[in-house]
């Protein structure tokens, strides 16, 4: 067995894949971190090879269609679950088969992609959904997040087109990046959060009318719930617990 | 701020009851770096008690001339009235969005005055959103009864959605509890937008230049349980709306008891919540499943299973056609499969293509297989037992799923 560590990029991970077809790895797996230990077999560092990556990317765009090019991405961005091995199922079983099989839903390592994408889809559209703005002394709306999956890159698009007259910007807090709309163009930051700002939900930050929005909008989220007919299993269904944090309406008024 | 957040607290309590929350639909497009756009439908957030919220729902005011019996708003109960301005209706949701608390307004209101003064300041609060504010999000406007065709037209423009609840399946309990409504009323702008949403669209077909006129279609909520219809009394009227006047959704709407008028369910009684999730999955069932409402209730059935669900209680009265082969059965048989939704269909049709679906298969598909297992045949699951009787079947099934019954299931679909 052979143990291939990448260096947590989507061209490392192409990178590992090529090395598993140049070198002719029967039983590899691909991992972000290495193992402590390998029992039986080798740790292989890979190094990132852009060049190789699109190489690996031609070959699958033989196989595959614009969708199972993207499960792969939305698998990658599924960072911790860890599918690497799933991954390569996938990409082995699409380049030994003469024909495209992305609905070969009777080949297990395509129905767990199916899966897998549709977690990711989920937690994507959960953020779509989350976000809560709130707006700073600078005039920018700011939020900062801790998603299950590293979706940004899966919803910039949709706050771009949507939000196109305000500053905004959306924080990965657990990732440690963020995008940040200027009214012009996306560009990926980083921030450094001092002592002071608590992190990033401070009200010193907050433009002087931001407190007022927010007690508005969890009055209306109380307003609207209808008691007798109170259902808090499908209500923690839909709003897990571990996103309630950083949700306007549940923090604690 | 104390003052408007009271006057949230109380349009917002009123306008809850409509159960409609819907912002899909429309795909109005965020034009020269305005504010917002629509398609996703999102739900920004659930209330506790497990609905989606996707829009700012508000009344503009609560006061109101009528007296329908099953309204909190009705003009003989004894409650705080309050109005918005136009102005404040118009910063709410404005913030509300530029927060990404929401996907736009549902607004809706008692009747000050007359139809057309409330109708005209709703319309109002609609044009200023659009044009001053350059904003492309979603609205709803709940159209007032009797309001005149001009303020219908001019709604049309400025709306995603129009809707006018018709709340009362049935004429006589129309006239029972809301003695001041006439049908009439409700049906005349129902009709004239259906005509003019047929006429923009054949006219958009030629000229592309033609303004967009209630994308989003028009909708109806009937309340369940307030007066003594049966289940196929409401589903028939719901037929006719989405045959008749093309309507995009009809919501079904269990009475919450909110007075003690004798014509009406006690204060206190339980809200039908369950007669209320059937009809959602029979009104599913009918839109994208193939059925219509005599097979789902004939007329020896006038109401609903409570035990199980309508595909299920369908399936046990016709266990004739059954059990279907998974790797052979046609798409329009396999739709009547109790345990196998849309998306499975989908996948069991792709995977068949690759090769002989298997009991695996079926069950890493996500098929509800204590369900399915009696209505199909594939390998590795044993022939379902031909002479097990409707009671039987439904019996183990129903032993094998106890507790497993979830409030709103249906609704997650749809919403
Ligand atoms: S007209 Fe509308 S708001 Fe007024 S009482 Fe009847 S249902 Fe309620």
Not at chain 2, 253 to 269: E, H, K, T, W
Not at chain 2, 320 to 345: E, H, Y
């Given at each position: ?10 061209e490392g991970f ?19 971190e ?9 740790t ?39 599918e ?17 099989i992305?609905?070969d ?8 992609m ?18 809560r ?20 890159p ?9 939000y ?11 990732r440690?990046?963020?995008?940040y ?9 980083t ?8 992190g ?8 002087q ?8 909008w ?20 839909h ?11 549940k923090?604690?008024? | ?36 756009d ?10 506790e ?5 996707s829009l ?13 019996a099953y ?21 709410l949701t ?9 996907e ?5 209101s008692?009747i ?5 003064y ?12 659009r ?11 709940k ?22 609840n ?12 809301a003695?001041?409504?006439?049908r009439?009323?409700?049906?005349v ?19 592309k ?23 196929r ?14 309507m ?12 003690n ?11 039908p919540?369950?007669r209320e ?17 005599d097979?789902?209730l004939?007329?020896?059935?006038p ?23 998974i ?5 329009s ?26 009991w ?25 037992t031909?002479?097990?009787?409707e ?6 099934i ?8 979830l ?9």
């Amino acid at each position: 067995m052979d143990v291939l560590v990448y260096d947590k990029t989507f061209e490392g991970f192409l990178s590992a894949v090529f090395y598993v077809y140049e070198y002719k790895l029967a039983d590899a797996h691909i991992c972000k971190e290495a193992p402590g230990t390998v029992m039986f077999g080798r740790t292989i560092q890979i190094d990132t090879d852009e060049a190789k990556a699109k190489r690996v990317l031609a070959g699958l765009s033989k196989k595959l269609s614009h969708e199972g090019l993207q499960a792969i991405y939305h698998a990658y961005l599924a960072d911790t679950l860890q599918e690497e091995d799933t991954m390569l199922a996938y990409i082995r079983h699409a380049l030994a088969s003469d024909h495209n099989i992305e609905k070969d839903y009777s080949n297990f390592a395509v129905l767990r992609m199916q899966r897998v994408d549709c977690m990711v889809h989920r937690e994507r559209h959960r953020m779509k959904a989350f976000i809560r703005f709130k707006l700073t002394k600078d005039n920018i709306f700011y939020d900062g997040i801790e998603p299950d999956f590293n979706v940004i890159p899966l919803i910039r698009e949709h706050f771009e087109k949507r939000y196109a007259d305000q500053q905004w910007i959306i924080y990965d807090l657990r990732r440690g990046f963020g995008i940040y709309y200027d009214l012009q163009k996306v560009e990926t930051i980083t921030i450094t959060f001092s002592e002071e700002s608590q992190g990033a939900d401070s009200i010193l930050w907050m433009d002087q009318n931001e407190g007022l929005y927010q007690t508005l909008w969890q009055q209306y989220f109380k307003s609207t719930n209808i008691a007798s007919r109170k259902n808090m299993k499908l209500h923690i269904r839909h709003v897990p617990k571990r996103y309630w944090k950083h949700l306007t309406e549940k923090a604690l008024m | 701020m104390d003052k408007i957040q009271a006057k949230l607290e109380i349009l917002a309590d009123a306008a809850k009851y409509d159960v409609s929350c819907s912002s899909s639909g429309s795909t109005r497009k965020n034009k020269g770096k305005g504010l917002g756009d629509t398609g996703s439908g999102i739900c920004h957030t659930y209330t506790e008690d497990g609905r989606c919220v996707s829009l700012l729902k508000i009344l503009m005011s609560n006061i109101c001339i009528y007296d329908c019996a099953y309204c909190v708003t009705r003009r003989s109960n004894d409650i705080r009235r309050t109005s918005f301005s136009v102005q404040e209706v118009v910063d709410l949701t404005i913030n509300f969005y530029r927060r990404n608390y929401i996907e736009g307004l549902f607004l809706s209101s008692g009747i000050m005055k007359n139809a057309d003064y409330t109708m005209e300041r709703m319309v109002l609060i609609a044009k200023k959103l659009r044009t001053e504010h350059n904003f492309n999000g979603y609205i709803h406007l709940k159209s007032i009864p009797g309001a005149s065709a001009d303020l219908m037209h001019a709604a049309g423009l400025y709306a995603d959605r129009l809707s006018m609840n018709i709340e009362m399946p049935t004429n006589e309990g129309l006239k029972l509890l809301a003695p001041d409504k006439k049908r009439e009323d409700m049906i005349v702008p129902i009709r004239q937008i259906t005509n003019e949403i047929t006429q923009y669209q054949d006219e958009r077909k030629v000229l592309k230049k033609v303004p967009t006129f209630v994308p989003a279609g028009q909708s109806t909520q009937v309340i369940v349980g307030a007066t003594g219809e049966s289940d196929r009394d409401i589903m028939k009227v719901a037929s006719a709306f989405y045959s008749k006047f093309k309507m995009k959704r009809v919501y079904y709407s269990g009475y919450v008891p909110i007075s003690n008028d004798n014509r009406l369910p006690a204060l206190g009684s339980q809200v039908p919540l369950l007669r209320e999730n059937r009809l959602y999955q029979a009104d599913w069932l009918q839109r994208f499943y193939g059925f219509s409402t005599d097979e789902l209730l004939p007329e020896s059935v006038p109401f609903f299973d409570a035990e199980i669900d309508p595909k299920l209680s369908w399936a046990l009265r016709n266990m004739s056609i059954f059990p279907l082969d998974i790797n052979t059965a046609d798409k329009s048989l396999l739709l009547r499969v109790p345990g196998i939704g849309l998306n499975s269909i989908h996948k069991i049709l792709s995977g068949r293509k690759f090769g002989k679906l298997t009991w695996d298969h079926l069950k890493k598909m996500g098929i509800a297989m204590n369900r399915a297992r009696h209505f199909i045949t594939c390998a590795g699951l044993s022939e379902p037992t031909k002479d097990l009787t409707e009671m039987q079947i439904k019996g183990m099934i129903l032993a094998g799923s106890s507790g497993k019954f979830l409030l709103n299931q249906t609704q997650l679909n749809i919403f």
